[in-house]
């Protein structure tokens, strides 16, 4: 059960990845934070990202380090 399992999720992440490569996240545009955050959560929207999801950061804080 545990096998099936992991193989479901594996497939389904994999399903999200292929989704953010089709929306063209990986092709070396601005890399920021709202960036990685919409690839985080298409990946890990997975397969819904074909039922109309279509997930998106608009903006984030980083802290910045102390000096």
């Known amino acids: ?6 193989v479901i999720v594996l497939v389904w992440l994999l399903i ?3 989704a953010a490569y ?6 070396g545009g601005e ?3 709202a960036t990685a955050g ?3 959560l298409t990946v ?3 397969p819904l990202n074909y039922a109309g999801v279509n997930p998106e ?5 980083v802290p910045q ?3």
């Open 31 to 33: 890399a920021n934070c």
């Open 65 to 67: 380090p102390s000096q």
């Open 1 to 6: 059960m545990r096998g099936i399992l992991g």
């Open 16 to 18: 999200g990845v292929f």
């Open 22 to 27: 089709q929306r063209d996240y990986f092709s």
């Open 38 to 40: 919409s690839i985080a």
């Open 57 to 61: 950061v608009a903006e984030c804080n």
């Open 44 to 46: 890990l929207a997975g």
